[in-house]
């Protein structure tokens, strides 16, 4: 039985720009222990999805239409909002993109480390302070016994991160759900913060949710991948198989694009156009203005994500066709 299922997931913002249908029916299974990576453009609907799983999406002008989110037997979109309280923070975490407007800048980190444990009752002051400067220490920060007392803006970029993750594993959760976590950080910081993760990972034996713009991060640290794009889920498989035969047309336009990958001398590639504006109706595929491949039939039918082989689905009406 998996630990998280979700199914149909339809996340809507109401404004007076229209309706922007950010998140378009999302439906995925992620089992325990297992690696999950969601990559996408900037837009494509990666943190609305998890925001709308944590109960984080500002309701108005958000709202969620349709769908259910089961985590272990809960519903998390339809449960009392104490249910909610009860497992957000101690049995769900969440590594938030930006690590100083995540932290309070007027209380010192060890009052925010230790707030998870004295909510749910997991531990006196005392023990939650012992367990905080334990946590401290394991993500990597020297001298944790005097850092402490810090309060963030007395940390490097890198430092508050480590803070972050060490708040999001201090209760030990189920399931861990890092935000592009290393986005803002140098490459060596990026490199230990990814070991850091997968080693506490193994440790506790947490299942994880990985968002991310990287493609190198994905291949190195997750089991499985799902390509998102306009709301939508465009191509899933494990990360083996999506990095060795990529199937949809943006997703293949993603692996051109990354730099590591392109002939030197050589322009780097770049997608055409821009993503679309999901105010607006989609007729068909998101993907078809930008897709080099799109003919008249791909702005006409809506594609659905189909099983091309075990474990392997994509969302293209001309592969699905057998025609790319």
Known sequence: MSLLTVNDLRTYFHTRNGVYRAVDGVSFALDRGETLGIVGESGSGKSVTCYSIMGLIPQPPGRIESGSAIFDGTDLLRCRP???????????????????????????????????????????????????????????????????????????????????????????????????????????????????????????????????????????????????????????????????????????????????????????????GMPPDLSKPISGCAFAARCAAATARCTGADPVLTEMSPGHAQACLRVAAGEL
């Open 82 to 272: 104490e249910e909610a309280r009860a497992i957000r923070g101690k049995r769900i975490s969440m590594i938030f993109q930006d690590p100083m407007t995540s932290l309070n800048p007027y209380l010192r980190i060890s009052e925010q480390l230790i707030e998870p444990l004295l909510i749910h009752g997991l531990a006196s002051r005392k023990d939650a302070l012992r367990r905080a400067l334990e946590m401290l220490e394991a993500v990597g920060i020297n001298d944790a016994a005097k850092r402490i007392h810090y309060y963030p803006h007395e940390f490097s970029g890198g430092m508050r991160q480590r803070v972050m993750i060490a708040m999001a594993l201090i209760t030990r959760p189920e399931l861990l759900i890092a935000d592009e976590p290393t986005t803002a950080l140098d490459v060596t910081v990026q490199a230990q913060i990814l070991e850091l993760i997968r080693r506490l990972q193994q440790e506790y034996g947490m299942a994880v949710i990985f968002i991310t713009h990287d493609l190198g991060v994905v291949s190195g640290l997750c089991d499985r991948v799902q390509v998102m794009y306009g709301g939508r889920i465009v191509e899933t498989a494990s990360t083996r198989t999506l990095f060795r035969t990529p199937l949809h047309p943006y997703t293949r336009a993603l692996q051109q694009s990354i730099p590591s990958l392109q002939p030197k001398g050589v322009e780097l590639f770049t997608i055409p």
